[in-house]
């Protein structure tokens, strides 16, 4: 009964997981782009409340290369996909920039850097703030270079007769 699920010789079986994987990751990655990645919050302990004014990946340069690269590399997985799966590991490329961009929005000041926060108890408190988009997009990003290296490691499994 075994020998029913093996894949004939004519037509060998090819493993294209890998490049679906990268697909997916570089298409959540441009999806992450749109998502908020950093606002300004300000709250008071006296009304109970705050305020916060949001800003989204693609409202920064930082996050317009993200989404360009989270695009190449949804490139690379179906040349991939449709090619020989080992094309999917050139997204390591737009994954590797994706994961420095997005450092570089935190750390080189893309308006992050500039604003102040100020603590005046109960009063008022105004602070940046790191929003889950950069988290999903870093995620995104560190998936799609993880997944395009396996691409290359791994070999494609074929039929053997």
Known sequence: MADDLMPT??????????????VAAGA?????AVLPWAAL??????IGGGLASDVR??????????LIAGLVAVGCGLAGMFSHPRLAALAVV?????????VMFVTDGSGLQDRVSIDLGE????EPVIRFGWFAA?????????????????????AQS
């Open 9 to 22: 010789p004519a037509r060998p079986r090819t493993s294209r997981g890998y490049a679906l994987g990268v």
């Open 28 to 32: 959540l990655l441009v999806f992450c």
């Open 41 to 46: 919050q300000a709250t008071s302990g006296l």
């Open 57 to 66: 990946g693609i409202d920064d340069t930082f996050g317009v290369y993200t």
């Open 94 to 102: 737009p994954g590797g920039v994706a994961v420095l961009v997005l």
């Open 123 to 126: 009063l008022l408190s105004i």
């Open 138 to 158: 870093l995620g995104c990003a560190v998936a799609l270079v993880f997944l395009s290296i396996l691409a290359l490691l791994r070999p494609p499994v074929t």
